[in-house]
Every structure is written in C-alpha cells, then in structure tokens.
C-alpha cells in the first residue's frame, strides 16, 4: 500500500522546490520497504525543480542539511537506513548561509 | 592574438599563475630567480661561507631548488657551499626511482650528495615497519623519522644550515591545517622562514612565497628532469581535505595562497596561552616537547613489539609509558644524570662521566643480562646479540648518530 | 616526495557508523533522545531546551559584560540564528523566567536587498514580514538600508530613533516610560515606481529627549509621508551608488567582504547615536568557524581573532558580542524546529550557486563537508580562535579606514605582502592607470579623463593614498576597483585625514623628538 508521508523543506531548501514548504505525498507502493535513501532519489526525480547538486551529494543529503523524522534527528534513526512509516514527517533543513 | 610579454618586447608564452602577468621565458625565469633571491636577502637567510644542504627528494621542489640555489650562488656571491642531503626510506620501488633522479641532479648540477638510510639511523625500514604495523599509522612513524634523519644527516655533514623545497602551496596548507587542529603552538611557527633555531639545525624555505605552479613551470621550461610519484604507503587522508580546499580557492582567486601566508604572519597567540615549552629528549637529546621525543618512544615501541607507543594524541596511558621510560632512565642514572639508551640494555661505562651540554662523548656500552659489560663493537656477531650504541646529543649543536640492529628474535610480541 | 611531516598524523575524532546511535537515550535523563550534538552526545527534548537556554545565559552572563539596564542592539538578519536569539533573548527577559536576563533590547534589521539586486516587490516583502516580527516582541525596532552606510555624511539616516515601539507593551510595563523617541516611521527602500509607507498609525508617541530631525511629531502620517518622499530620492541615489561600487569590485568574494564591512559600520553608527553600548550578532559556531576560516583565506588572519570572539571592541563606543558562538547551525536548527521560530529566508549573493561562487561559500561547503565526518571541527576552528590575540591590548596601533581592524601592513621584510609587492613590481613593466589618476590630483588642471570630476575644487584621493590606510584584506578586497570616488564616505574622509596629519607631521618632523 503506498504510503503518505509529509515532506517539509525550509532554511532556504524551498527554493528548490518552487519556494512550496510543504508536500504531502504519497509514496508508491513497492517490494522493498521505503526507507530515506529511497526517499532521496526519489524527492529529486519528482518533486526538485532545480539543481540536484544543492539537495543531493551521492546518495545522501549535502552536507549541511539538517534532517528531522518527526522532530528527532535522523542520526537516532539510522538516518539513511530508517524504514519511512505511513505519516510519517519529514524535515529538511537547510543551516547554510543563504540557503 | 598573441600577447606581448610584459617585461620585454618579445611574444609571451606563459602567464604568471602568481600575478597573472603574461611574460616570455626569459623574463620568466628572471622574475622566478630574482624573487627567490629577493626572499633570500630579506629574510637574511645565508651567511658567507656557510654549508648548506639541500634536503632533496628527487621531486620537483628539491631539484628546482637544487638547481636555483646554485644558479643565485654563483651569480649573487652567495659564497655558499652546497650539498644535497637525501633520504632513503626503504620503501622498495618508490625511493629507487627518486634516488635515481637526486644522483642525475648531482651529476647534472656537480653537486656533491649524501643519502641518509632509515636503516642506518634506527635499524628499520618503512618497508620492515609497514610489516609490523600495518597501513595505519605508518605516516606517522615516517615523519617523524624523516625530520631527524635530515637533522642527523646534515649533522654528518657538518653544514650549517639546510634548505628544504616547501613552497607557498606547503605553507598555505599547513596553515589550513593547523587552524583545523587546533594546534596553535605549529600555527605559530609555520610561517616562519626559518625553523629551529634553538638548538636544532635552522632550516629554511626559500620557496615560502613560489607558488607550486610556478615551480612546475620553470622545471618544464628549464627543461630540468625530476621525478614524482606518490608513496605507495597510502598517505594521510585528513592533509588532503586542506589540499583540496586550497586547490579550490586558488581557482576562485590565485592570490589567496600568498593570502593565507600573510593571514599566518599576522596572527599572533595571546599571552596567556600556554605554549609547549621545547626542551630536549632524556634519551637522545633531540629537541623535544616532552621528555623523550617521539622517535624515540616510537622505536622503544616497534622494539618492543608495541606499535601503537607514540600514535595518537598524548593520552594516559602514552604519558604513562613516557614516564616508565623517562623512570627507568632515571634508576639508570645516577646523580649526574647519565641516560640509557633505548633499548635498556645500556647504561654508561663510566659512572663518571657526566653529562655536560658540550661534550660529545659518552660512552655506552652494553650490558648483558648477567651485568657483564660487552664489546662496544658495531657489529652482528657480538656476542650478547644486540649491538645498539646510542650517543648523547648535546643541547642540538652536535650529534653523532650510531646504528641499531635488531636482532628480530630479540623482539617479544 | 611524500610531504607527510612530524605531527602531520594527529586526526581528529571521526564519526561512529550510523547504526550504533539508534534508539540512544538521552546522556542527562535517560528519556527518548531526539537530536545528537557536540561531539556525540544525545539529548531528549527537555533537556536539549535547558541545555540550550542554560548555555545562552552562561555565555552572555558569564562575561559580566552585560549590564542591567544597559541598552543592547539586536541585529537580525532574518536568518536562524538571528530568529534564534531573538526567541532566547524574549524567553530569558520575561518574567516567569528564574534568573532573568536585565538588559533593554532594540531591534535593528538591515535589508541588503540593493546588494543582491532583489526586485523591491520582494525588499517590500520582507521588510514586512521581517517587521512584523519585529513587532510583536514589544520591542523598539530600527530598519536600515545598506546603501545607507555608504553615505553617513547625512545624519538624519542615523540618528533617526526607533521606528517603531509599540504601545502598552510588555517592555514599557516593565521598564516604566520608555524615554526615548517612539516616533513611528519607516524609512522607505523601495525603487523608482512608487513610494510606499507601511501602515503604522496603531503606533503612539511618548515624551521624548531631543529629536535631531526638528520634524513635528503630531502628525505622524503627514510627517512620515512626507519624510518618506524626501527621502526617497537619497535612497535612490545612494542605492545606486552603491550598485555601482559592487558591481566595479568584479569578485562575489570582494563584495560579500565590503557589504560585511558596510554592515558591521552601519550597526556601530545607529548604535552610537541612538545610545546603545552593545550591539548583538546572531552568529552561531558554525558560522563563526567558517568565518574564521574565510578570513584567513583573505588575508585578514589578524582579524580572525577579533571577528569570531564573544567580545569584538573594534569600535571604540560600541562593543559587538556574539552569544550564540557556542551552538552549532545544528542545534540553531532544532531549536528553531521545536519552538516554532519563524525566520525569513532572505537569498545572498551565493544562494543557488556552486560550490566555487565566492570564498566564503566554498569554505562553507568545506567546513560543513569536514563536520560531518569529524564531528569536533567546528570547535576545534573555535578553540584556534580563541587562543589567538585580538591585538585589543595595543594602544597605538591605527586602524584600517574601512574596518577598523589594526592594520597590519606595516611589516617588515621578510613577509608575504612584500613578496606580493616585488612579484608585482617585476613583473610588469611600470603601472598602468593609476599614475594618470596621481596626476589629477595634484593641480585643478583637467587630465582630459572626460569623466567631469577632475574640475571639482575637492582634491580627489589618489588610489596610493587609500590603499595606504587600509589593511591588506580590505586593499585585496578593491584591488579590481577603478575609481576611489566610489568607496563610501567615510572611508574617503578618513583617508583625507590621515593625509592631512601626514603634511602636517612632515612640516613639523625636524622639530619632533624621537621617541623610539
């Protein structure tokens, strides 16, 4: 069953999303489980309108983009491992100077 | 179009990474020559009559070095008599093509050269200590050997000063890294033209203000053979995030190398900030801010089947094993405060000699288990199976270094 | 040869496989951690809160350099930290709080729209947004242009009081009559097209201490009106100029390092004049460590002490203090994240762009790249930071014209800046426009520039001259710059100045005893 989940970008990450804070989506169903390091990729083929480079460095986030799963920092989740759970919230927070 | 050269009429084949000054070759080389040499009488770097020598490596900075020096010698009266001073590692394969091109520069330049082996010094090579230890920490053992085989080296030679390639991109690096250390005792000596003046050998570094490029440059056009490769030792990987991030902004603007010199020459450390206090090791007297510098504690370690003594930052249980050290040297000592070399087999033939800065000679010589007192002699087939002499080395100004060879047996795991 | 020298070896802690903090509990009360900071410790909510708020206070109230009462100069930018602090300072002056903090805050927000070419719909915009803000703390609020700083020849612009204070707010109930100014006006930053005033007649007057312009101040919609179009026309001006000078900088780095200075100027001058002793910045440790970083890269290695430590006394009057130079953009970020502080991204000259588009950025992306896999480098840049001199204890040591640093070009050979000197000299054959300008300087003859300015009775300065009084960063940072004229006014003014007490001391230098 595919599995809703809120996204939301902010610190100046907006900008590469149409400046839209918030996206509700619904992940599709899959045979593996959802976990971040799927989410990645697929927030960049679906949803990133501009400059990949800027949200992704290899297969994780740039450096510098702070990452909350419901309000808890994704390095006590096992950050790229951790399995996405249906509405579930996702924060991506850009610390950098001018985004 | 082409471009005329800034300086004189003729075209211009090259610009100036440092300036961005399109010049011709001639000029080029004027410019480079005439920069060193202007470095060189600033900082006062050379007394008359001095001996220098030039720590050489085969790569570009040494022979670029090697062949500057001899040209601004014979043209400014320096009056300087040159050598060039190599080391050999022991690392199969990488050293015999760098040595090979440090004997063409002696050949090429006339030069008269000495090479210094690990081997001779302490009794192994980076290839022996790669098989005790690994890949970890190799570099460490490296750098450390390598400072004070130059030293010991040039002791040998009885020069005055050495001159090693480091060039603007060196300095700036170390900067970067010092500053991401926290190490503020090196950040405050990097930049210094001249290193080691109390009590060591002074080296110095010509090419602080020659941008890496340049040398490059000059080599091609002088058409001066060099050879570089990297170490197949893997090097360290936390120096080349600093080597990266330079190489960066030297893109975004060229001027930032010298930037970061200059950022370096102008910091200065508050006073209250506690400095490491440069004494000398008890063991061989090299300069050192702890009790027994580190080659020493290192050594003791790969002798002892220890390799981690003397890695990573000074924690308790390095200071402990410092202390043991320096302690076991202090029940082998007597009031006068004599030493025992590094293995503890050691301790001195006569009670009294005593230890004055000046004086060169202490006697060492070996003794068995049984308290026997053994030959002096150097070699293998010595009896008691260790022939290690070490010899004082006085407040820097002398030292004589003898060779230790392990019997591996000897070594316990 | 292998370039690994003694020492070289010792590395900083690396970080542990992300698999081993799952599920941590926090290190002080054994909850459910929510976030790992500092190197790797884990905190849960609560006590992430105390741990936070605990630092803040320590920070600003270990020093002693705050006093009650005093008169403290908020700066923000807009951004987290700002957002950040201004939350932490709100929190720590309210009542409910245990041992609160006793300070008079003001507000300033700089809008450096003009800098980075932003439409004024979008200046508009954010102004708004950043004063609502503002607003609703209660406390009095400053909004300035940066093209204002190029110009403090006018003092209208900086002596202005607050802008806005709003009435029966907590401050004034907790402080009793505010005495000083609460004339409401916003100074207008917008454009050619329209002149637009913000709508502030909620905001009333109190008695006041002396009132520099002479406006009346019954009418505040008739005065502001009409300030504001008076005004409007030197805003347009002065945002040109402004324009004009980045743009002739020609480097992303050069300018982020003038608009830097002009900043830091225009705080310590409305500080002065309208009483405040300390301003605060809202820089975090990241940031500072960046900085640190940056400024070593642009040759302003004497300054990095001074441009990241708690207390910078650049400025006599004013000192600037930096409370959040403890916490990390990380814990910036979640504190936000949990207290819902909201901040107003406002893009830079380096938003969107690569990686190489200024210095600045660049080492950004090399620190923040560093940190997450040493987790200790940001403090280990700030431990570097702290051990070096701010040189504030040397009396006689002049001051850069532009940012007031020491100057530290008067070195002796051998050094870096003499190096750059000879290279320069030798390797071009003598210099190219500067010594037509010389000329101009020199009779009120025309030099056939054609430009119109050299029949102006005001002797210009030559770029010799101002290059003299400036330290080795800010000279790098106008280096590409063809026209002195365009530097802000008070840089020109110091420069004639010091030009000045240079012909003075040579007619008198044979008199003069030596005191070496």
């Not at chain 1, 593996?32 to 460095?57: A, G, H, S, V, Y």
């Not at chain 1, 249906?86 to 991506?92: E, K, S």
């Amino acid at each position: 069953m595919s599995i809703p989940i809120t996204l939301e970008f902010s610190g100046g990450a907006e900008l590469l999303f149409d400046r839209q804070k918030r996206h509700d989506i619904d992940l599709p169903k899959q045979e593996n489980p959802w976990r971040i390091q799927e989410l990645l990729p697929w927030i960049r083929d679906n949803i990133l309108k501009e400059r990949p480079e800027l949200f992704m460095q290899g297969n994780t986030v740039r450096p510098g983009i702070l990452v909350l799963v419901n309000d808890t920092d994704w390095e006590l989740m096992g950050e790229l491992e951790y399995n996405l759970q249906p509405n579930d919230r996702i924060i991506f927070i850009s610390t950098l100077h001018g985004g | 179009m082409p471009l005329a050269c800034g300086l004189c009429d003729k075209q211009a084949i090259l610009k100036r990474p440092k300036t961005g000054d399109a010049l011709c070759k001639e000029c080029f080389f004027l410019a480079f020559e005439e920069e060193v040499h202007q470095t060189i009488t600033d900082a006062s770097l050379f007394i008359k009559g001095e001996t220098v020598a030039i720590g050489a490596s085969g790569g570009k900075d040494s022979t670029v070095l090697a062949y500057v020096m001899k040209i601004l010698n014979e043209r400014y009266d320096y009056n300087l008599n040159l050598v060039l001073l190599s080391i050999d590692e022991g690392i199969t394969g990488y050293r015999d093509d760098s040595l090979e091109s440090v004997k063409r520069n002696e050949i090429q330049y006339g030069l008269p050269l000495k090479i210094v082996s690990y081997e001779e010094l302490y009794g192994w090579t980076m290839d022996a200590i790669v098989k005790q230890i690994g890949l970890k920490n190799n570099c460490t053992f490296c750098g450390v050997f390598r400072r004070q085989a130059l030293d010991r080296g040039a002791l040998m030679l009885k020069v005055d000063k050495i001159v090693t390639g480091h060039n603007a991109d060196d300095v700036a690096e170390t900067v970067i890294m010092n500053v991401l250390r926290g190490d503020i005792g090196r950040l405050r000596r990097c930049t210094a033209i001249t290193t080691g003046t109390d009590g060591a050998l002074p080296r110095c570094k010509p090419f602080k203000y020659t941008y890496e490029k340049e040398i490059v440059m000059y080599a091609y056009f002088r058409k001066l053979d060099y050879f570089s490769t990297e170490c197949i030792y893997s090097p360290n990987a936390y120096r080349g995030f600093a080597r990266a991030y330079i190489k960066d902004l030297e893109k975004i603007r060229p001027s930032a190398i010298i930037d970061i010199i200059h950022s370096g020459e102008s910091l200065s450390v508050k006073k209250e900030v506690k400095m490491p206090v440069q004494g000398v090791c008890v063991r061989c007297g090299y300069i050192s801010s702890n009790t027994v510098c580190k080659a020493c504690i290192m050594l003791e370690g790969l002798n002892k089947g220890l390799p981690r003594l003397g890695i990573g930052k000074t924690h308790k249980e390095r200071l402990k094993m410092a202390e043991q050290i320096g302690e076991k040297e202090d029940s082998s000592i007597n009031s006068q405060n004599l030493k025992s070399c590094v293995s503890d087999h050691f301790r001195p033939k006569s009670n009294s000699t005593s230890f004055e800065k000046n004086q060169l000679d202490s006697f060492w010589v070996q003794i068995s288990q049984s308290g026997q007192s053994c030959c002096k002699s150097n070699t293998v087939g010595c009896s008691c199976q260790r022939s290690v002499v070490c010899k004082d080395v006085t407040a820097g100004i002398q030292s004589s270094v003898e060779q230790q060879k392990i019997n591996s047996s000897v070594i316990d795991f | 040869m292998c370039s690994v020298e003694e020492g070289d070896t010792d590395v900083p802690f690396s970080k542990s496989r992300p698999n081993e903090s799952i599920g941590r509990t926090c290190m002080k009360c054994q909850e459910k951690a929510i976030l790992i900071t500092r190197v790797n410790d884990a905190f849960c909510r609560s006590c992430f809160m105390v741990y936070i708020t605990h630092k803040f206070r320590a920070t600003v109230g270990k020093t002693k350099l705050v006093r009650d009462g005093e008169m403290v100069l908020v700066a923000l930018s807009g951004g987290p930290s700002s957002s950040a602090l201004l939350h932490l300072i709100q929190e720590g002056l309210s009542e409910r709080t245990h041992k609160k903090l006793r300070f008079r805050p003001g507000l300033i927000f700089i809008d450096e729209g003009a800098a980075v070419n932003l439409p004024s719909s979008e200046r508009l915009n954010t102004c708004e947004k950043m004063l609502e803000i503002m607003k609703s703390t209660g406390f009095p609020c400053h909004i300035k242009a940066l093209e204002q700083g190029l110009d403090n020849d006018n003092i209208q612009e900086f002596s202005s009081p607050p802008d806005i204070c709003c009435p029966g707010s907590r401050l004034e109930k907790e402080l009793g009559t505010i005495d000083y100014d609460t004339e409401s006006i916003l100074s207008d930053i917008s454009t050619a097209t329209s002149s637009v005033t913000l709508d502030m007649s909620e905001c009333s007057i109190s008695s006041s201490i002396e009132e520099p312009y002479g406006n009346s101040r019954e009418a505040i919609a008739v005065s502001s009106m009409s300030r504001v179009e008076s005004s409007f026309q030197k805003y347009e001006e002065a945002e040109e100029k402004l324009k004009c000078l980045l743009k002739s900088l020609n480097s992303v780095s050069s300018q982020e390092d003038l608009i830097r200075t002009i900043r830091h100027k225009i705080l310590s001058e409305v500080a002065t004049t309208c009483g405040y002793s300390k301003v605060m910045l809202g820089s975090c440790g990241t940031r500072l460590a960046v900085t640190l970083l940056t400024d070593m890269a642009i040759g302003r290695g004497g300054q990095a002490a001074v441009d990241t430590v708690f207390a910078d006394r650049r400025y006599k009057n004013v000192m600037f203090l930096r409370p959040l130079r403890e916490f990390s953009s990380k814990e910036i970020g979640m504190y936000n994240a949990l207290n819902d502080v909201e901040s107003v991204f406002i893009p830079t000259l380096t938003t969107k762009g690569s990686d190489g588009a200024s210095i600045e950025h660049l080492t950004e992306a090399f620190v923040t790249g560093l940190q997450r896999d040493y987790p200790s480098t940001v403090s280990n840049i700030m431990r570097t930071g702290e051990k070096l001199s701010t040189g504030a204890e040397e009396e006689n040591k002049e001051n850069c014209a532009m940012c007031q640093s020491s100057l530290d070009t008067n070195v002796i050979a051998p050094s870096a800046l003499n190096a750059v000197e000879f290279s320069q000299r030798i390797s071009s054959r003598g210099d190219n426009s500067d010594s037509k300008r010389d000329h101009c300087n020199k009779t009120g003859e025309c030099c056939g520039e054609g430009d119109g300015s050299c029949n102006s009775t005001r002797t210009r300065a030559t770029k010799q001259q101002v290059l003299a009084s400036l330290c080795y960063g800010c000279r790098l940072a106008i280096r590409k710059l063809d026209d002195v004229e365009k530097l802000p006014l008070y840089v020109l003014k110091d420069v004639f100045w010091r030009v000045r007490r240079e012909k003075m001391k040579s007619e008198i230098e044979e008199f003069l005893l030596d005191t070496s």
